[in-house]
Nanobody, 121 residues
Framework: QVQLVESGGGLVQAGGSLRLSCAAS????????IGWFRQAPGKEREFVAA????????YYADSVKGRFTISRDNAKNTVYLRMNSLKPEDTAVYTC??????????????WGQGTQVTVSS
């Protein structure tokens, strides 16, 4: 089992940057793919980015490609989401998730509680 805790959210002006962290418990973290999702008020949960367990494969939603970067440090049991050139439409609760499979949809087995990101115009 994996427990996930997100941090790094906050309020930022448009054009600014934030780095989200997803810290995981468990000695088998390196065997899990990690995905980031976001959900804005009144909208469905949306895939943002994912990284494979071996740190080789990454995938991004078109809406964030070129602005967001996902990375992981298996020695620290942590996955990061670097977000640059933030836009007001990036405002949402960002949640990380873990699964043995590299998924591009919300079928992940384990989920964190989420962290709020608010981008002001």
């Amino acid at each position: 089992q994996v427990q996930l805790v997100e941090s790094g959210g906050g309020l930022v002006q448009a054009g600014g940057s934030l780095r989200l962290s997803c810290a995981a418990s468990g000695r088998t973290f390196s065997s899990y793919a990690i995905g980031w999702f976001r959900q804005a008020p009144g909208k469905e949960r949306e895939f943002v980015a994912a990284i494979s367990d071996n740190n080789i494969n990454t995938y991004y939603a078109d809406s964030v490609k070129g602005r967001f970067t996902i990375s992981r440090d298996n020695a620290k049991n942590t996955v990061y989401l670097r977000m640059n050139s933030l836009k007001p439409e990036d405002t949402a609760v960002y949640t990380c998730a873990a699964d043995k499979k590299f998924l591009l949809h919300p079928g992940y087995a384990y989920w964190g509680q989420g962290t709020q990101v608010t981008v002001s115009s």
